[in-house]
């Protein structure tokens, strides 16, 4: 059936139009209501386009979400067993048969046709896992505490779009804390300070710190529970499952002084923070606590039927206690507030224990592995005793701007570890550390939970450039494939995560990372990226119209002129180890070059703005010293991390992203004024005098001058220049 609607019709009666085809038993007693996956539909497409898709809602006949695409030309169907599940064969069909993408970030929709095609005979998908799981707990930190519902909501409408529907929902998390803890004896002022500000949350609720950025203000903590909420709601609406923090035991300073009869374990430091205290979950106290808090935050958030919870993370201490036992306590807990939900937990260095599961009921868990791609020889059945656990991925740390995944041990592992006898695995897990990175790495990952053959690389990624720039073009192809062949073929075995770029590095002639934990070399050859660029470059006037297409080539220039700064800093190196001052000099200015390139070319895309970040971290303060304060937390979360002791203990820069105003502000300045010291002692004939660091960053963090919201420049002009400007790579 046909949609012609006025810009767009109200979801209700699109539902009652749709159903009024249906037979009359289906009309009288409908499996569910599509109205939000019809709303969401409306916000994602045209509504020209919208109009011509009808969502029919379908009986879970296998147990599994399954979808089926048919139809004629302007008129297509979607049946599908959830709101979600019409959502994703809505994106089924819009990348294999309409030829578009809607990805993350970017899309081709500017060459979505004004008639929607048909599809040729009707087509069944149904989810190879149950569990399509995604954000990992750090994602809310690197992704964007700051960010408004516009666009919580937009990242869930595409995470449906390709088929997840487990979603991590952290916003608002600190309000059943404040609300728990006003019962056991604290000041709700106490709480607000031991409360870090919003973009440091997510390791407050790992239990490795507290207090950073903060006191959290009362209307603060009140409007992000408010957002949460809606978050939650947005999700249910849609059939997706909302997973929330669950208690496992962290409670604030001083707990036993207000209340005697606990037990706390100390959990000393976490990269030079203090950790808070771990309440011993086999008390009676603990249950008290944990009754609590559920019932604050089933006000604050309603129920849901998973619960995200990781005990001793990092190096927690459990003291004398029992792991096996208070495992089982702290799942006791959910049970009776949560009758039958899941506790989800990262699977993370050496978690979950072998201890922690033996005192559990391991069918109420399911372990989100977020190592499944990075190392070889695992063995997740045995490791964890046939617990259900998710293959998952982290192939971005710190919300790096740096792209490339390990996508072969994906395609070829998934299949291996789903289809071996007796095998645990029940899903999927998208767990990058910050999301909206790379587009590509993302719908290669959660295709797979829907293809129940394997996926060709080289095909893969041949039809993804088609649809990603709206059609078929040879260039575009090429591009894409010498992406495949180079950041998009990364080996397993040490790392799931490309390498970062230099210019965000502390400076130092010897530095081979900007993120401590980072890669220290390439884990691809350079060349691929370049030539890919160029491919880009020649890719056809009518595909460059697309969103998708100026963010990739933005991208691929901003990784050209990183991958050069690898190859350019020993070359520097050398100059001064050889004191030739005119080489140094040469080179040095190339480099400055190169960053004032690369402030250009990121400023042509709003994507890679410094800009809305800060502004973002301000819209949420409601006095000018607040605003400065949440712009403070936005600030040191991309550099200082922390205060000086964490982040001189290894966390400075691991957030560090090639964007425009951080380079030109702050990475480019400190360079420059390194390389202004090594030229003055090869003058001098001495040593270059000490710099402090922390000092520099810790002073940039502080300010608060304004940055461009919008972007600048032509991206197709500026990519030119990043090609001119950087050599074909020497090296292998």
């Known amino acids: 059936m046909r949609r012609r609607c ?349 201890a922690l599961l033996g005192g559990v009921d391991r069918t109420r868990m399911l372990v989100v592995d977020g190592l499944s791609d990075r190392y070889d020889g695992l063995d997740r059945e045995s490791s964890w005793a046939g617990t259900p656990y998710a293959f998952g991925t982290i192939h971005n740390f710190g919300g790096h701007t740096a792209v490339g995944a390990n996508t072969v041990t994906w395609t070829t592992r998934f299949r291996q570890w789903r289809d071996r006898p007796g095998s645990a695995l029940r899903g999927l897990a998208y767990l990058p550390e910050g999301t909206g990175t790379d587009p590509a790495a993302f719908d290669l990952f959660t295709q797979l939970a829907w293809e129940s053959g394997g996926i060709d690389q080289g095909d893969w990624f041949a039809r993804y450039a088609a649809r990603r720039y709206g059609g078929p073009d040879p260039h575009a192809t090429a591009a894409w494939e010498q992406l495949r062949l180079g950041p998009y073929s990364l080996p397993s075995g040490t790392w799931s995560e490309p390498q970062d770029g230099l210019f965000a590095a502390r400076p130092d002639l010897a530095a081979a990372t900007a993120a401590s934990w980072s890669p220290p070399a390439l884990r691809y050859r350079p060349q691929t990226v370049r030539t890919a660029l160029a491919e880009l470059l020649q890719v056809a006037p009518e595909r460059r119209a697309t969103d998708a297409y100026r963010f990739d080539l933005v991208n691929t220039a901003r990784q050209t002129l990183a991958d050069r700064s690898r190859e350019l800093l020993p070359l520097i190196a050398g100059a001064y180890r050889a004191k030739d001052r005119p080489a140094f000099r040469r080179l040095a200015a190339e480099w400055a070059a190169d960053a004032a390139l690369l402030d250009r070319v990121t400023g042509s895309d709003a994507r890679f703005l410094l800009g809305p970040w800060l502004a973002a971290a301000r819209s949420w303060g409601a006095t000018d010293a607040e605003r400065d304060q949440l712009e403070y937390d936005a600030r040191t979360i991309l550099t200082t991390w922390a205060g000086r002791g964490p982040s001189e203990e290894g966390v400075h820069d691991y957030a560090n992203r090639e964007w425009s105003g951080l380079v030109a502000t702050l990475y480019a300045p400190r360079w420059a004024g390194y390389f202004a010291g090594l030229d003055a002692a090869l003058t001098a004939g001495r040593d270059p005098a000490p710099v402090d660091w922390f000092a520099v960053d810790d002073a940039w963090t502080r300010q608060h001058g304004s940055y461009p919201l919008t972007p600048t420049g032509d991206p197709v002009v500026l990519a030119r220049e990043v090609l001119a400007a950087v050599p074909p790579p020497t090296g292998p």
């Open 6 to 354: 006025p810009a767009w019709a109200a979801a209700a009666a699109l539902t009652a139009a749709t159903l009024s085809t249906a037979p009359a038993a289906a009309r009288a007693e409908p499996a569910f209501d599509p109205a939000a996956a019809v709303a969401s539909l409306h916000r994602l497409l045209p509504a020209a386009a919208a109009d011509q898709l009808t969502l029919t809602p379908a009986a879970r006949d296998t147990g599994a979400d399954t979808f089926t695409v048919l139809g004629r030309a302007g008129a297509v169907e979607v049946r599908g067993t959830s709101p979600a599940t019409l959502l994703a064969g809505a994106g089924w069909y819009l990348r294999e048969v309409a030829g578009v993408d809607i990805g993350l970030p970017g899309d081709s929709l500017a060459a979505l046709p004004a008639t929607l095609p048909a599809v040729s005979q009707p087509v069944t998908r149904t989810a190879a896992v149950a569990h399509r799981y995604a954000l990992n707990d750090t994602d809310d930190g690197y992704s964007g505490a700051y960010r408004d519902f516009a666009a919580r909501q937009h990242e869930i409408d595409v995470l449906a779009l390709h088929g997840v529907n487990e979603v991590f929902v952290q916003t608002g998390a600190e309000q059943p804390y404040l609300e728990t803890f006003r019962r056991f004896g604290y000041t709700e002022a106490e709480l607000r300070a031991w409360i870090p500000a919003p973009a440091h949350q997510s390791w407050w609720l790992l239990q490795n710190m507290s207090g950073f950025g903060g006191p959290v203000s009362a209307h603060l903590a009140a409007d992000r529970a408010a957002l949460g909420r809606r978050i939650a709601d947005q999700l249910r609406e849609l059939g997706m499952t909302p997973v929330l923090p669950g208690y496992f035991g962290t409670v604030p300073p001083g707990f036993t002084d207000r209340n005697p009869t606990a037990v706390t374990v100390p959990q000393g430091s976490w990269v030079g923070f203090a950790r808070p205290d771990w309440l011993d979950p086999r008390t009676p106290v603990f249950a008290e606590v944990a009754a609590a808090y559920y019932a604050a935050q089933r006000a604050d958030f309603g129920d849901s039927a998973m619960y995200k919870m990781d005990l001793l993370h990092e190096g927690g201490n459990p003291g004398t206690v029992d792991v096996g036992a208070a495992a089982g306590a702290v799942q006791r807990a959910l049970q009776t507030a949560h009758p039958g939900a899941l506790w989800a937990i990262l699977g993370w260095q050496d978690n979950p224990t072998a």
